[in-house]
Nanobody, 124 residues
Framework: QVQLVESGGGLVQAGGSLRLSCAAS????????MGWFRRPPGKEREFVAA????????YYANSLKGRFTISIDNAKKTVELQMNSLKPEDTAVYYC?????????????????WGQGTQVTVSS
């Protein structure tokens, strides 16, 4: 069983930055992938970024590439999402997830474990 706890969300002005963190516990294996998704108000959940547990490969939503960076610290079992140049449309609940297949999928259904989410609000 895997448990995920996100932190680092909050209120920030447009143009600012936030760094989200996801602490994982339980059985994490080298062939897993970790992903970040978000759910904007009134919209469907959408893919943000994913990274292999070894950190060797990453995958980003095209619209976020260049502003968001995903990273992983295996020793601490922590995945982070650095978000820069934030826009009001980045406002959402951000979720961390584990994909046991390790394919860096952008599809939410491919992920097996989810955190509770952390709210990010970007004011204009």
């Amino acid at each position: 069983q895997v448990q995920l706890v996100e932190s680092g969300g909050g209120l920030v002005q447009a143009g600012g930055s936030l760094r989200l963190s996801c602490a994982a516990s339980g059985g994490i294996f080298r062939n897993y992938a970790m992903g970040w998704f978000r759910r904007p108000p009134g919209k469907e959940r959408e893919f943000v970024a994913a990274i292999t547990w070894t950190g060797g490969s990453t995958y980003y939503a095209n619209s976020l590439k260049g502003r968001f960076t995903i990273s992983i610290d295996n020793a601490k079992k922590t995945v982070e999402l650095q978000m820069n140049s934030l826009k009001p449309e980045d406002t959402a609940v951000y979720y961390c997830a584990v994909e046991t297949a390790g394919s860096l999928s952008s599809v939410a259904d491919a992920y097996d474990y989810w955190g509770q989410g952390t709210q990010v609000t970007v004011s204009s």
